[in-house]
């Protein structure tokens, strides 16, 4: 057999030319397809919308994207993801999710329950047992819309977790710990009291439900399906690509490293991470009927009502809102080095995602921006 001739180095250089001439031909190809439906001139004002936002919060990277028609149409990463390396921001780039874990969290557990493996009125002992009984029996439904009795993080911090730490849970029922043997704050159904600590008792409740680890069945059921391909748990000792680091501005203004945060114990209610582009995905296959039937994404954005009567402007994991004639449904999130905001508006088949790496920003301000520009609705209107 022959022995084959060497390439030269300038045959070498060739190939890499052509090489990168279809990865930049496929790129352009790639993002024409996904601004399809935005303007030149939405692009450019939604641009101008976040230069603008982040210089005045400090914020050192973000993320956006947009959905309409049912279809990530835009996404983009501004500023950096790591500063002391100058790593660029993208709209791939991994984000601590803070509170936005709970919508996913809500999709998971009412597929099991359209699947007839979950009931959101039985006592969620039926399949957490680890959690004591109360006085009152508390419902997976109640967990969901914040109506449980379960109590939030305490003001002055006595029987929680440190603001920074690095222990590790190595279990839902781990977690319960925490929490399970205080009282209730309220009678189950009569207030709205909201607590992140009721999602970690909703980990529970869906692992029992469905006999396997909670981030195990969100890869198969809602990550795999949606298209979420780097959404994953925060894991704090786990190398993961495209995770930006985390900041937080201090009193002088200066934009330093945020503190220590393992969230493993809080997955289902803030220890997500994801992407612009994938959240959008999360956007699209719920507006689209890919991870629940339409009745059942009804009654996930159907406000629930304490047992007086009164509407809590919360549904099944996500809460309402109404800006300049939309309604929205949506989520925000804040913990250490981050602030997130993800909204629907499911009569016009739309969404809008913006992540940041900077804790303590108000970014549902830019994401009403970003639905004025998208919308065309003129700034002032109520």
């Not at 925060?234 to 330093?256: A, E, L, M, N």
């Not at 945060?261 to 803030?270: E, Q, V």
């Not at 890919?290 to 509407?311: E, F, H, I, P, V």
């Not at 996500?318 to 939309?326: E, V």
Request: glycine letters at 8%; charged letters at 20%.
């Amino acid at each position: 057999m022959p022995t084959p001739t060497p390439l030269s180095r300038k045959n070498i250089l060739w190939m890499r030319g052509i090489l990168l001439s279809l990865l930049i031909c496929f790129c352009i190809s790639s993002a024409s397809a996904q601004q399809k439906s935005l303007s030149p001139e939405k692009r450019q004002a939604i641009e101008k919308a976040v230069a603008s936002f982040m210089a005045e919060s400090s914020i050192p990277g973000l993320s956006a994207a947009v959905v309409l028609d049912g279809e990530l149409r835009w996404s983009q990463g501004f500023g950096m993801a790591d500063l002391e390396n100058s790593s660029p921001a993208t709209s791939s780039t991994l984000f601590r999710l803070g509170s936005v874990s709970k919508p996913i969290s809500a999709t998971a557990v009412l597929q099991l329950w359209e699947r007839g493996r979950l009931d959101l009125d039985a006592p969620v002992q039926k399949y957490c047992p680890a959690f004591p009984q109360k006085e009152w029996p508390i419902t997976t439904r109640e967990l969901l819309g914040h109506l449980g009795g379960i109590r939030h993080y305490n003001d002055d911090g006595k029987g929680d977790i440190p603001e920074d730490s690095a222990r590790h849970f190595a279990s839902m029922q781990e977690s319960l710990q925490i929490f399970a043997n205080d009282p209730l704050v309220a009678q189950p159904g009569t207030k709205f009291n909201y607590s992140t600590y009721g999602y970690t008792l909703v980990g529970c409740v869906l692992e029992g439900a469905a006999s396997e680890k909670f981030i195990d069945y969100l890869r198969k059921n809602v990550f795999q399906p949606a298209g979420m391909e780097q959404t994953r748990d925060d894991d704090f000792f786990t190398v993961i690509p495209h995770r930006t680091r985390w900041y937080h501005k201090d009193k002088s203004g200066v934009v330093r490293n945020a503190g220590v945060l393992d969230s493993s114990y809080k997955i289902p209610g803030g220890g997500i991470i994801s992407s612009a582009d994938d959240m959008a995905r999360l956007e699209s296959a719920i507006l689209t009927d890919k991870l629940l039937k339409r009745s059942t994404r009804d009654l996930m954005w159907t406000s629930l009502k304490t047992a007086d009567g009164k509407q809590t402007g919360y549904g099944l994991g996500w809460g309402s809102a109404d800006r300049f004639g939309l309604h929205l449904w949506g989520h925000t999130g804040s913990q250490q080095g981050t602030s997130t905001v993800i909204s629907v508006v499911p009569d016009r088949n739309a969404g809008v995602v913006v992540l940041s790496n900077l804790d303590d920003v108000d970014v549902g301000r830019l994401s009403q921006q970003i639905w004025r520009i998208i919308f065309d609705i003129p700034e002032g209107t109520p």
